[in-house]
């Protein structure tokens, strides 16, 4: 398994705590580059006021860094293009029955 589905695989286990649906199914991870031992993350959230701006980026920054031989995550959080409900995935949508 390539490093890139890894630190997918650690980031579905993040969800948001407002929506039932984990962060990667609902469209909040914009990019995930891997350089060798860096990865380099755009992320945004659904809202710029939502309640975990803060712990958010971290626990995204945290999961990555769980995966063996990642030595240094950058994280970078975007609000270009704004997130909305077309970006969430098929699960997601079928998850809120949407």
């Given at each position: 398994m390539?490093?890139?589905?890894?630190?997918?695989?650690?980031?579905?286990?993040?969800?948001?705590?407002?929506?039932?649906?984990?962060?990667?199914?609902l469209?909040?991870?914009?990019?995930?580059?891997?350089?060798?031992?860096k990865v380099k993350?755009?992320?945004?959230?659904?809202?710029?006021?939502c309640?975990?701006?803060?712990?958010?980026p971290?626990?995204?920054?945290?999961?990555?860094?769980?995966?063996?031989?990642?030595?240094?995550?950058?994280?970078?959080?975007?609000?270009?293009?704004?997130?909305?409900?077309d970006?969430?995935?098929?699960?997601?949508k079928l998850e809120?029955?949407?």
């Amino acid at each position: 398994m390539e490093l890139k589905e890894k630190i997918i695989e650690e980031i579905k286990k993040i969800y948001d705590p407002e929506i039932p649906v984990n962060i990667y199914e609902l469209g909040l991870i914009y990019d995930i580059e891997v350089n060798k031992k860096k990865v380099k993350i755009k992320m945004t959230l659904t809202t710029p006021n939502c309640p975990v701006a803060e712990s958010l980026p971290k626990d995204v920054k945290d999961s990555a860094m769980q995966v063996e031989g990642i030595e240094e995550v950058d994280l970078e959080l975007v609000w270009d293009p704004p997130w909305t409900k077309d970006m969430m995935s098929d699960a997601a949508k079928l998850e809120l029955n949407l």
